[in-house]
């Protein structure tokens, strides 16, 4: 390897991938062979953070910034003016393995500027699949682009050899797609998506009959859409999530928020990314995923965007007051889930605890249960703990919780303007 | 009766099992073999490694292997008078046998817990922090300087991921290893080094190469430091070849 052509390669496509939020290593179990080097922890490991605090678990890189598309959002568009670098499948699997062996990653994240044709480069990608784990017994994370456009067969090759496929949606509206990425259709993107589910499905059929069946996609399929780049409403793309989760059986949508970076007639002008709306907008993915909540319930039609000052799940409870307070000793999973400051580990907590005693609000504090906002919407045998003034002062109170939050020093957005 | 042994874990469940056949009832201190002695009327009890394993057996038979977890995660954490609160732990555990699982939110074996929890996620934190540097002759030699003794527990999962490597983990705050020679795994004694190590041909290009790619991946309109610095807390930085 030429140390100075592979830095200044290294340099241009690493910069080029850092829009591509995912890099989780989760999911994956595979384990590794005799010869082989590498293997899948299936919690994810996170090897490093950069400066603006995302983990760093994975090798992002392009194989190409050479791309052919002309989408005005995309840094590496046709018609920019910008260096250009490609590798080959074998300089990635060697830069891959010598990382992994030092403990730098948890595996690759290999994405791609469409190359000639989108099945031209699927190949190059199945090519490097196949150089990691046939030539070099590579058996750590391997996360790959589809890319929209390529034929079925190809992506069910390359899906055979990776752990985690995605295909990133970008723009979450026809019209957006039709205004800042011409040469995308909706139909060339949802394709490749429901082949690859298709294949997941498959296999976990087969699996049921014959012991032991080769892999396709174990980590499960993700995408990404863009926040701010078109004026789609809260609500458009948290319903498109809502459908990606049940139809197409996704494991994560990632949202990515818009970075000025270019400029253009079709893009709108924004002072800074909008990092808190990108964050509302996790907070309601989570609601959807883990806390038994649909779309329509976290926004609604009179009300189509979040309220950046306050969280979509205390949102809706301040929205539905006839709902609390809640028993904690008799209220089911499904309703302790919806109060606020009441997450997954305390509900099962609670859940778990008054099957052997009633629940006091001090055996609550003990269980490690954090009161500061649930107080207001829970009674424990009874007795209200949220002040005299009720639920009226809850929505007040929670407010100014969220204000003093996002003043502190360690905080989350320190670079937004609120 | 006041014991003293010899830091290890073995060591310490050999105690335990001493402490039983005196009269569980009688026992004193334990403490650590570190040089003073405190009581004078203290005994040094020799690990003797079937004992240790007939406490462990008896205690994965009657509470299950989590509660061993527990144990010895919660030794490894090397808290202040963890013998004494080990100690409780065990005779609790020994006197309600199954039902022990669900003791588990009372204040000391909560405390216990906790330690344990401690060690685990360090364990986890580092299996990801940890850099390996090639030296010459290939062995890859990855420093770390833990607060909690990880560096026994975070060895197999490095066998089971680099397994046809050879490879060392240096504890530098507690002068101790382990080193793996593509067969076995061997806990070592690593005194303060008398040279520098030297690094193989291909090592600072790879250093280079990952430093330049960390410094690009981050978005600059993202910029966020305290939120890095809460994932990655600064006493790591010394042994991470990115923030050199």
Same mark, same amino acid.
């Given at each position: 390897m030429e140390q100075d052509r592979m830095m200044n390669k290294l340099r241009i496509l690493s910069d080029a991938a850092k829009y591509d939020v995912s890099c989780s290593s989760s999911g994956s179990r595979r384990q590794n062979t005799a010869n082989g080097i590498g293997n899948g922890a299936a919690a994810g490991i996170c090897h490093s953070w950069s400066e603006d605090g995302r983990c760093i678990s994975l090798l992002k890189i392009l194989m190409t910034n050479d791309c052919c598309y002309d989408c005005?959002?995309?840094?590496?568009?046709?018609s920019r003016d910008t260096e250009r670098a490609t590798l080959t499948p074998e300089e990635i699997a060697e830069l891959t393995i010598e990382f992994y062996r030092r403990n730098y990653i948890e595996g690759l994240f290999l994405s791609s500027g469409v190359y000639k044709t989108p099945d031209y480069t699927t190949e190059l990608l199945i090519r490097t699949a196949h150089i990691l784990r046939q030539e070099k017994h590579f058996n750590g994370y391997i996360h790959m682009k589809g890319i929209p456009g390529t034929d079925e067969r190809l992506i069910r090759t390359l899906g055979s050899y990776v752990d985690r496929l995605s295909i990133n949606i970008e723009l979450p509206s026809a019209a957006g797609l039709k205004l800042l +990425?011409?040469?995308?259709?909706k139909r060339s993107i949802l394709q490749p998506m429901s082949c690859i589910k298709e294949g997941i499905l498959a296999r976990r059929e087969e699996k049921k009959r014959i012991k032991k069946v080769p892999s396709f996609v174990p980590a499960g399929q993700t995408t990404q859409l863009i926040i701010? +780049?078109?004026?789609?409403?809260d609500r458009n793309i948290l319903r498109l999530s809502e459908a990606l989760y049940r139809n197409?059986?996704?494991k994560r949508v990632y949202y990515s928020a818009y970075v000025p970076v270019l400029t253009g007639p079709n893009l709108p002008a924004l002072a800074q990314p909008p990092l808190l709306r990108e964050h509302r907008l996790y907070q309601a993915d989570w609601l959807l995923r883990f806390y038994q909540f649909r779309a329509d319930e976290i926004l609604t039609e009179a009300m189509p965007d979040f309220d950046i000052q306050i969280d979509p799940k205390a949102c809706w409870a301040l929205r539905h007051p006839e709902q609390f307070p809640v028993e904690v000793n008799r209220a089911s999973y499904h309703m302790l889930l919806r109060v606020p400051g009441i997450g997954v580990t305390s509900a099962r907590r609670i859940c778990a605890a008054r099957r052997e005693a009633w629940l006091s609000y001090d055996t609550l504090r003990r269980l490690g249960i954090v009161l500061k906002r649930a107080k207001y919407f829970i009674t424990c045998r009874g007795k209200y703990y949220g002040g005299q003034h009720g639920l009226e002062r809850a929505g007040t109170s929670l407010y100014l919780q969220e204000q003093q939050r996002q003043y502190e020093p360690m905080d989350l957005f320190s670079g937004v303007t609120p | 009766m006041n014991y003293r042994y010899d830091n290890t874990f073995f060591g310490f469940l050999s105690v335990v099992f001493d402490a039983y056949h005196d009269g569980i009832g009688q026992t004193g201190a334990i403490s650590g073999d570190d040089g003073q002695d405190l009581f004078s009327d203290s005994v040094f009890v020799e690990m003797d490694p079937t004992k240790a394993q007939r406490v462990l057996d008896g205690l994965q038979r009657q509470c299950g292997s989590k509660i061993c977890h527990y144990l010895y995660y919660a030794f490894l954490a090397?808290?202040?008078?963890r013998e004494y609160y080990l100690l409780r732990f065990l005779r609790q555990a020994f006197k309600q046998?199954?039902?022990?699982?669900?003791?588990?939110?009372?204040p000391d074996i909560w405390k216990v817990r906790r330690w344990a929890a401690r060690t685990g996620n360090e364990r986890h934190r580092l299996l990801g922090l940890l850099r390996f540097r090639e030296l010459q002759g290939g062995l890859l030699y990855g420093p770390v300087a833990p607060d909690c003794c990880v560096v026994p527990v975070m060895a197999p999962h490095f066998v089971k991921r680099l397994p046809a490597e050879a490879w060392v983990l240096h504890d530098v705050k507690r002068n101790m290893g382990v080193y793996y020679d593509r067969h076995s795994v061997t806990i070592v004694d690593i005194p303060r080094p008398s040279h520098s190590i030297i690094l193989s041909e291909a090592e600072p290009m790879f250093e280079e190469l990952w430093s330049r790619y960390y410094g690009t991946i981050s978005i600059a309109e993202r910029a966020n430091p305290s939120l890095r610095q809460q994932f990655m807390p600064k006493k790591y930085w010394p042994w991470l070849i990115e923030l050199e």
């Open positions: 005005s959002y995309c840094v590496n568009r046709r +990425a011409p040469q995308k259709t701010g +780049a078109t004026p789609d409403s197409m059986s996704l | 090397e808290q202040p008078q046998k199954e039902s022990f699982c669900r003791h588990l939110s009372e």
